[in-house]
């Protein structure tokens, strides 16, 4: 199998969609897949051993709730032509759409994989592998949080390869700048706005809607952010409610006393607001936000 087809296998895995919702199931558990391709482990993973991995990597990276749909992935992949599944064929011979329950996979030990040509492909060139996982990251998680997706796969050295080109859809390169004067190079979330000369530095043009689920490269779709609070956003530290614009921070972060508190000190305040009307954050973006990315539940009101 050439490099190319082995790449045009990957880039064709149909993701399951229902309007804007995130869905990460499939994309999480091809990295996961990626990072065992080596001499020692098995071409196959059993279910019972594949299960406590992706769950973790739902609960940290996926919406609310996906954790509890952890199995179908694992079944239903194998309509992409490049998993394989083994197992009895009582399990195995059941239509693709009857997705067995966690119980099934587990009593019966259900493992799956890399077909064998997509396996002895990337196998034979470690690199693919890390072409194929940065093209996935790219396409389904923001710049902000790939570094730590790849990280808890187990592929970390990706994050230092070259970035695929996605001939798709290109990014508006005047996104930051226009967003960046919105809010007059200053965090909206701690007001940094520190400079070098004309350079801001470690300010960013957040996107509230990420530009992987086709959100839009325009001013009410941004926030300008420093490095820290874009960060947390897009892992759902916290969200910003419509209309009142008030920041409301996750019960899930939590860090030692000085650092929780430098954090958590914003829950309950109002944003840093732009300077226009007309730039302030869409209340659908913000809502696809709170509903796709923000990790519930939230803090008490204070």
Not at 42 to 54: R, S, V
Not at 138 to 164: C, K, W, Y
Not at 238 to 258: D, R, W
Request: aromatic fraction near 8%.
């Amino acid at each position: 199998m050439t490099r190319d087809e082995v790449i045009s296998a990957f880039n064709a895995i149909r993701v399951w969609q229902n309007g804007d919702r995130r869905a990460v199931h499939k994309p999480l558990l091809v990295l996961l897949a990626l990072s065992r391709v080596n001499e020692v482990t098995a071409q196959t993973m059993d279910w019972n051993d594949a299960e406590p991995l992706l769950k973790v990597l739902l609960e940290e990276f996926g919406p609310d709730g996906s954790s509890n749909t952890r199995h179908y992935p694992f079944w239903h992949l194998q309509t992409d032509g490049f998993w394989k599944l083994d197992g009895p064929p009582e399990i195995l011979n059941r239509p693709a759409g009857a997705t067995p329950t966690l119980t099934e996979l587990r009593q019966n030990h259900v493992r799956g994989g890399f077909t064998m040509p997509i396996y002895n492909a990337l196998k034979a060139e470690p690199e693919l592998i890390n072409n194929v996982a940065q093209r996935i990251v790219n396409a389904h998680f923001p710049e902000s949080i790939r570094g730590d997706v790849l990280d808890a796969v187990g592929l970390a050295q990706v994050e230092s390869m070259g970035t695929p080109r996605d001939p798709q859809r290109r990014r508006d390169p005047a996104f930051r700048a226009m967003v960046l004067l919105a809010y007059q190079y200053r965090c909206a979330v701690c007001g940094h706005d520190l400079r070098m000369g004309q350079q801001s530095i470690g300010l960013e043009a957040a996107h509230i809607k990420w530009f992987q689920a086709n959100g839009p490269d325009e001013v009410p779709n941004g926030i300008a952010m420093c490095s820290l609070h874009h960060k947390v956003f897009d892992l759902g530290a916290f969200k910003i409610l419509p209309e009142t614009y008030q920041m409301v921070f996750s019960q899930h972060l939590n860090g030692g006393e000085a650092a929780s508190h430098r954090m958590l000190a914003y829950h309950g305040s109002g944003m840093i607001l732009p300077q226009a009307k007309e730039y302030l954050p869409h209340p659908v973006n913000l809502d696809w936000h709170a509903r796709q990315v923000f990790k519930s539940p939230e803090r008490s009101s204070v």
